[in-house]
């Protein structure tokens, strides 16, 4: 049970405002109403396959949203809200949480019930088929949607205006796992050819996978790299999934899409096969499922990713924030419920810098957010967004298996060591 503090010197001075105002309009003009709460939709399958998913986004949510509220003895986080004040105007945050089931057809229905419930703007954590349709909705009737956990570039392509997402995209992860090879030029180890490795999903994942076969092509043409040809990709799913059939080189470098649990498993047995020849960085929708892979080795493949627990160990404001999911939850801070967690302080945020609690105004707020990186616990630069709704600020990091589990490599700011074993 989380403790509790009191600031009776905030209600005070919230009271005091509040009769000053109204001596000074003589109650001709009276001050807006002041809601004593606002709500924030979340967008989260609570059943089905993904429920799983859905009950670690909800936890990092709530959390946000109990941060806001809620006084809490001796601690002083560096976030743009107080701790105990609510909003500035001493409005209180709620949660109502629409269960999307992760199906495409169910999600505006539930989006619209949110918002006719009172849902000024909207979260999301789900996967890429069920982000598309919300950010149709969404941007339809006119409110905000923070996506928490989407990072396909298919969405550039959309113009939409109320549809913000906050991971790296797609991209950025390909050019954060080419950064680590060009620290190996000029080395007796250095890399001249990409290889890719992707499954064949259908429907939206599908293009992203393909959106991402384009971008490793592109951005290794760009940085220098031959390209093996679209015939040699290698793969992840069907009868010969993470097999390489001799495609692969000494001077050869992998970089495997993944979109399930089971291509993780190809990934990383492709990586335990090709070692000593080529390194395989995981990049993709499901790098998280690494950390469920158990064999006598740990994981041969790298990956790149949006978080790190590792790094939100030595990150003062991730420690203060998983110590109090842990306390709160009886578990571990996820790369899920962190996403949500941003998501959510991010709307909050924008909520926090209106004088009207309207979709349109807390829209507004959200394109004009401007983050450090000193105030997130995510390893990015920040949050801010562009014309396209990307968090262009966000950051990608890529993780070895260690020992003692996944480690920081790239960028070497960032790392735990500098020895990345490629």
Same mark, same amino acid.
């Given at each position: ?246 495609? @692969? =080189?000494? +001077?050869?470098?992998?970089? #495997? ?7 993780? %498993? /190809? &990934?990383?047995?492709? *990586? ?47 420690? @203060? =924030?998983? +110590?109090?999911?842990?306390? #709160? ?7 899920? %419920? /962190? &996403?949500?967690?941003? *998501? ?70 960032? *790392? ?7």
């Amino acid at each position: 049970m989380l403790t509790r503090g009191r600031r009776p010197a905030v209600t005070a001075l919230v009271l005091a405002s509040a009769l000053l105002m109204a001596a000074c309009t003589g109650g001709k003009h009276p001050a807006p109403k002041v809601p004593p709460t606002i709500a924030i939709g979340l967008l989260v399958p609570t059943s089905g396959a993904n429920a799983a998913l859905g009950q670690q986004a909800t936890l990092g949510a709530k959390l946000a949203v109990e941060l806001v509220n809620q006084d809490f003895e001796g601690l002083r986080l560096p976030l743009p809200l107080g701790p105990g004040a609510g909003l500035r105007n001493g409005t209180k945050l709620t949660l109502i949480v629409g269960n999307t089931e992760s199906a495409p057809e169910k999600v505006e229905k539930e989006a619209s019930r949110l918002v006719s419930e009172g849902a000024v703007g909207l979260v999301l954590a789900d996967t890429i088929d069920v982000a598309s349709p919300a950010g149709r909705e969404t941007d339809l009737i006119g409110v905000s949607l923070v996506d928490a956990l989407s990072t396909s570039d298919t969405f550039a392509q959309l113009n939409r205006t109320a549809h913000f997402r906050i991971q790296p995209s797609d991209q950025q992860m390909v050019a954060t796992a080419l950064g680590l090879l060009f620290r190996e030029r000029d080395t007796p180890t250095q890399f001249k050819r990409i290889v890719t490795a992707a499954g064949t999903p259908t429907g939206a994942l599908g293009q992203e996978v393909n959106l991402l076969r384009n971008s490793i092509e592109d951005l290794s043409l760009a940085a220098g790299y031959e390209v093996a040809g679209k015939d040699k990709v290698l793969p992840l799913s069907g009868p010969n999934a993470g097999q390489s059939d001799g495609k @692969v =080189v000494k +001077g050869d470098a992998v970089l #495997a899409v993944v979109t399930s649990p089971a291509e993780a %498993a /190809a &990934a990383n047995e492709l *990586a335990t096969a090709l070692k000593g020849t080529a390194p395989v960085i995981a990049l993709g929708p499901a790098v998280g499922a690494f950390d469920a892979l158990k064999n006598g080795n740990g994981s041969q493949a790298l990956r790149a990713a949006g978080w790190s627990s590792e790094f939100a160990g030595r990150n003062p404001i991730a420690q @203060v =924030v998983s +110590g109090m999911y842990e306390q #709160a939850f009886q578990a571990k801070l996820t790369d899920v %419920a /962190a &996403a949500a967690f941003t *998501a959510t302080m991010v709307l909050a945020l924008a909520m926090d810098q209106v004088t009207e609690f309207t979709p349109q105004s807390v829209r507004g707020a959200v394109q004009q957010m401007s983050l450090p990186a000193t105030q997130t616990i995510m390893p990015w630069n920040g949050v801010r967004f562009d014309g396209n709704g990307y968090n262009r600020l966000a950051a990608g990091i890529v993780e070895q298996y260690m020992p003692n589990g996944y480690l920081v490599v790239h960028p070497a700011e960032l *790392a735990t060591t500098p020895t990345v074993t490629l």
